[in-house]
């Protein structure tokens, strides 16, 4: 039965589609659901366009590594660029990035399900179902599930159209966009330009990708433009959020995305919310699922299994792991209503160094490479 | 594999042996109400009230309820009641204004935190007995509770200046905002009438006065919906039509005038007087006269704001400008009380035709 359960298998090499909409769907995960909160300040538009800018030059150095030869190889690139090693000493670390990005992901998704749709549920069953889904499509491999980011982009991405409202007369009030001059920079500022880059932080995942995607000449093409659709969700956000509550009022709102969205009536559905909760779980799962791969590779790595076939059972048995850890977490450490409690900012930093050190130290080491050959 | 499925199942268990969704909605045994009418008890207690909709035939009930808290209202009334009470239908909160004095902003604050009550719900303060009216009305009218809903509704969705009709985000909104001070449409209720009053006016949270059924009408002119469908000026025996109004304020460098120049746009429903309106001459004069009406109406209007120290024209926001940094509300309203008022008014008069 294990012989035929193969996760890690390449028939297809998937495009830039593909990567664009992996991409966006990444750099549009959790954090950009309460990031408004923490920006606050008109003036923060700039800091997302800057912080936006800065996120393309980070790709544009992961760049380097995504169409050197060792990417196509994918674990061999690796262990030709450092020693067999220090791959796994990589590989290690990564684990408790991964396993730290599902959590608060799925924990903070699952809690906002808790607050707006299921007030009375216990918390455990909507984790289980989360974790039993993203088992799911993960089994299926690694292939189809990078194949499903086109439909978790397309079944997404029109929500954005449902933001336009909150940029016309009744609802929006100009007069909340000003001033767009900061008065004083406080710490409170810098924190936000923080989160905006943890927010953007994702695609340095893609070098775990190396051997189902390509060719490396549209790699980079395709994260761009995932970058700045992401870069422009974002705005559209924050400023339909503030033209929404101005900025006194949205300092004090938990989950300015979701709340707004309750503000929307459709003569047929009255809880429009609801329905776009529910749709954000696609890619949710998708990502999930993602990374739960992701997580067992570097689990392979670490205990040196790599040359042996994959099976269920160990596969299994990782994503149970996940999953026990995630109902600790959520029983006795995670803070509900407070949205950035202990977790949530350990995620913040690690996003943002991971994002930052990752496509880096593949460029130093290449360069270190050539040097020496 | 089956071991490890079984443990799943295990663990599960023993994360709770409830059933994991303990909410009920069938319609049979759930009561929907639309409104919360909310009143001041004995012995610094709540008062309220509600109708219950009929699901089936039968016919609607009354509940009055004695609370000390908001919420506790919703328990109390489930264990006197057969159904469930739901507030995912919660359309209208009724504050009477006695209790609206004393506290609103905590009552309010008890509704927004409820993910099943939509933001929409419009926010209404009464003076005299809603529950009176209750009483009598619905032996006369069987689906009360949903027409009020449906007039809310219609006077919110074109703004035909009417009424003002407020929800709970803009009333919130306005709360937070500096430069502006919520409002919230004011009726009268006894036994026989439930009838538009004006606006009650806020400071920050704090209900400190309201417009009168004349002032109102500058009101929605000048601030709030910017459009009238019928402005009667007795004094003049003269009744504007499809009036529009477009406000140009203006705030001088120093804070020192206030300049207002209203545009308005209508035409003449209805005439009493003794002035053949159909000649040019007569006609220049009689605008003039509703010209300098409207300025001495609005000015009234303005220094009423001044005198209470609130912001319902929202003055302030058009001193905000991209590129200063905005004074704090304090100082704005320091320099707001003090500052002299000018009021223009240009009015275009479509001439009275058959």
Redesign the interface.
């Known amino acids: 039965m294990s012989s035929r359960f193969r996760l890690f298998d390449r028939t297809a090499v998937m495009g830039s589609g593909y990567i664009f909409a992996m991409v966006n769907r990444m750099q549009m995960l959790y954090y950009v659901l309460i990031l408004p909160k923490h920006l606050v300040h008109p003036y923060m538009m700039a800091g997302i366009l800057g912080v936006g800018v800065l996120s393309q030059i980070n790709l544009l150095i992961l760049g380097k590594y995504l169409t050197s030869n060792y990417f196509v190889l994918g674990y061999r690139g690796f262990v030709q660029l450092f020693s067999e090693k220090m791959v796994r000493f990589f590989a290690f670390l990564g684990i408790f990035f991964i396993l730290i990005k599902v959590i608060v992901t799925t924990l903070g998704y699952v809690e906002i399900v808790h607050?707006?749709m299921?007030?009375?549920?216990?918390t455990?069953?909507l984790i289980?179902v989360l974790m039993a889904s993203g088992f799911y499509i993960a089994s299926q491999g690694m292939e189809k599930t990078i194949r499903l980011s086109i439909i978790s982009f397309l079944a997404t991405i029109w929500v954005i159209l449902v933001y336009i409202p909150y940029f016309l007369p009744?609802i929006s009030?100009t007069?909340?966009?000003?001033?767009?001059?900061p008065?004083e920079v406080s710490l409170h500022s810098w924190y936000g330009l923080l989160m905006v880059w943890s927010a953007l932080s994702g695609p340095e995942y893609i070098v775990c990708l190396g051997p189902w995607i390509g060719p490396k000449e549209k790699i980079l093409r395709g994260m761009s433009i995932g970058n700045a659709l992401s870069v422009f969700e974002y705005l559209v956000l924050f400023v339909a959020c503030l033209l929404?509550?101005?900025s006194?009022?949205l300092q004090?709102i938990s989950f300015p995305v979701v709340?707004m969205i309750?503000?929307l009536?459709s003569p047929v559905f009255?809880?429009v919310d609801l329905i776009l909760i529910s749709l954000n779980m696609i890619y949710f799962l998708y990502l999930i699922a993602l990374f739960l791969l992701c997580l067992y590779g570097a689990i392979r790595i670490v205990a040196g299994r790599i040359n042996i076939k994959t099976n269920?059972?160990g596969f299994?048995?990782s994503v149970?792991a996940v999953?026990?850890c995630m109902?600790i977490i959520n029983g006795w450490y995670w803070r509900e209503g407070e949205e950035l409690n202990l977790w949530v900012t350990l995620q913040l930093w690690l996003g943002a160094i991971t994002y930052l050190l990752v496509p880096s130290v593949l460029a130093v080491a290449i360069k270190w490479k050539r040097g020496q050959s | 594999?089956k071991t490890?499925l079984s443990?799943?199942c295990i663990?599960?268990v023993f994360?709770?042996c409830?059933s994991?969704?303990?909410?009920n909605n069938t319609v049979e045994e759930i009561a929907p109400v639309t409104f919360w009418s909310l009143n001041q008890g004995e012995g610094g207690k709540f008062k309220i009230t509600t109708l219950v909709p009929p699901v089936t035939d039968e016919k609607k009930r009354l509940f009055t309820l004695n609370v000390d808290l908001l919420k506790q209202g919703k328990k109390e009334f489930n264990l006197k009641f057969y159904r469930e009470l739901k507030n995912g239908q919660l359309r209208m909160l009724i504050i009477n204004e006695k209790l609206a004095k004393k506290e609103i902003i905590s009552l309010i604050d008890t509704i927004l935190s409820d993910?099943d009550v939509?933001?929409?719900l419009f926010l209404v303060l009464v003076r005299g007995s809603f529950e009176d009216f209750l009483e009598e009305e619905r032996k006369v009218q069987k689906n009360l509770d949903y027409y009020l809903y449906r007039m809310f509704r219609h006077y919110e969705r074109r703004?035909q200046g009417e009424m003002s009709i407020v929800n709970l985000?803009e009333f919130?909104?306005k709360?937070?905002?500096?430069?502006s001070d919520p409002v919230l449409p004011i009726f009268k209720a006894d036994k026989d009438n439930f009838t538009y009053e004006g606006t009650a006016l806020f400071n920050e949270n704090k209900y400190v006065g309201l417009f009168n059924k004349r002032e109102d009408q500058m009101f929605q002119l000048i601030a709030n919906d910017h459009y009238l469908k019928n402005l009667p000026i007795p004094h003049l025996n003269v009744s504007l039509g499809q009036v529009r109004s477009k406000v140009h304020m203006q705030v001088d460098d120093q804070f020192k005038t206030l300049n207002i120049h209203v545009k308005l746009k209508g035409r003449i429903d209805e005439y009493r007087g003794h002035r053949n309106i159909l000649d040019r001459s007569e006609m220049n004069r009689m605008t003039h006269d509703i010209e300098s009406y409207l300025q001495r109406e609005t000015a009234g209007l303005v220094k009423e704001t001044q005198r209470l120290k609130i912001e319902p024209l929202e003055v302030g926001?058009h001193t905000?400008?991209?590129?200063?940094?905005?004074m704090t509300r304090r100082e704005w309203l320091d320099h707001y009380e003090k500052m002299k008022v000018h009021v223009k008014y240009s009015v275009k008069i479509e001439p009275l035709s058959l």
């Open positions: 607050q707006f299921f007030p009375s549920m216990k455990s069953w289980f009744p009030q007069h909340h966009l000003y001033p767009l001059v008065g929404y509550y101005g006194p009022y004090k709340n309750r503000y009536q009255e809880r269920r059972k299994l048995g149970a999953f026990i109902l | 594999m490890l443990i799943l663990l599960l994360s709770g409830s994991p969704y303990v909410e993910p939509s933001p929409r703004n985000h919130m909104e709360v937070y905002s500096p430069y926001a905000l400008s991209p590129l200063v940094h905005p």
